[in-house]
């Protein structure tokens, strides 16, 4: 398929195009050195310190591949180095930026993005991330400043921000949500400057509800006012790897089980689970501020 817009959904053939190759060779270092300091990052769902659960494992999906050379398989699955290398690989951000990550204090991405000799600032619920987050930037020498927030509620002046990123915060706000953190986003961000976002898209649980570029658009685009970056339109590639728990069970008896507790408690979207549409994909999507 030939790309028309940086906006889409997961591939992971996008790891070995050459922009995302040149992230991931950064990243697996700086994975190394960290893991060499004894300075932490949480795992892809949020947590440090914690063991992957049998739930995460099972939510990478049956047909899951591990990325060969990824120095921490058992936190960091592909899908989330394909949100790193992919926001950062179009996204020009220079060296002494700075940048807000909304709900990732203390994750492998902001310490990516302090690496490379940003301001960062990063907000979460969790206290003890943002806690976190600092701690191990004093222990690499990083400017980060951690602070408990919502990012509904952005805590910061106007036109602050050179650049704002959120990997896989947004499915988890309801969509007004979503439309009032876009909002104070367009606020935040300086003339010129961009943002980046991944999330989940086509998650057949009840919360998800971003299953179109349609819904990209309106929950994204329009409430923030802020301009497409690198395509008009947001590409569904049709690709769907991850799984949803959810619908899990071992054999077709526990798995109709599931299916009809899932039905029954409304966690999962009636039409998506009576059609068997249960699996599910990441997506990204990249905006700018244009100038005052």
């Known amino acids: 398929m030939s790309l028309t817009s940086i906006s889409k959904t997961m591939d992971r053939a996008d790891l070995d ?3 995302c190759r040149l992230v991931l060779v950064e990243l697996f270092g700086l994975m190394r050195r960290m893991q060499a300091r004894g300075a932490k990052y949480s795992s892809w769902y949020g947590a ?3 063991w992957p659960s049998a739930w995460e494992h099972i939510n990478r999906g049956p047909d899951y591949r591990p990325h060969p050379e990824n120095p921490d398989e058992l936190r960091i699955p592909w899908f989330l180095l394909w949100e790193i290398a992919w926001l ?3 996204t020009p951000i220079r060296p002494g930026a700075r940048i807000l990550d909304m709900g990732g204090a203390g994750s492998l991405f902001s310490c990516y993005l302090a690496s490379r000799g ?3 600032h990063t907000i979460d619920l969790e206290e003890g991330l943002c806690v976190e987050a600092e701690n191990t930037a004093k222990k690499m020498g990083w400017r980060v400043i951690g602070r408990q927030m919502d990012m509904r509620r952005l805590e910061y002046p106007d036109a602050f921000f050179d650049h704002v990123f959120s990997v896989c ?5 309801p969509v007004s949500g979503r439309v009032q953190c876009n ?4 606020r935040v961000l300086r003339p010129g400057g961009t943002v ?3 999330f989940d898209y086509a998650n057949p649980q009840a919360f998800g509800r971003l299953d179109s570029p349609d819904d990209v658009w309106r929950q994204f685009v329009e409430p923030s006012g802020l301009r497409p970056r690198g395509g008009d339109t947001f590409i569904d590639t049709g690709h769907r790897y991850l799984a949803s728990p959810q619908c899990f069970g071992f054999g077709r008896f526990m ?3 599931a299916a009809l507790h899932a039905l029954l408690t409304g966690s999962v979207e009636r039409p998506k689970m009576l059609s068997g549409a249960t699996s599910y994909t990441f997506g990204s999507v990249f905006m700018e501020k244009g100038p005052a």
Not at 169 to 173: I, K
Not at 183 to 186: D, W
């Open 48 to 50: 440090v310190d914690a």
């Open 169 to 173: 915060v947004f499915e988890h706000l």
């Open 88 to 90: 950062v690989a179009n």
């Open 255 to 257: 798995r109709a089980m």
């Open 118 to 120: 940003c301001e960062l």
């Open 183 to 186: 909002a104070e986003v367009a």
């Open 17 to 19: 195009r050459p922009e």
């Open 196 to 198: 980046g976002y991944t």
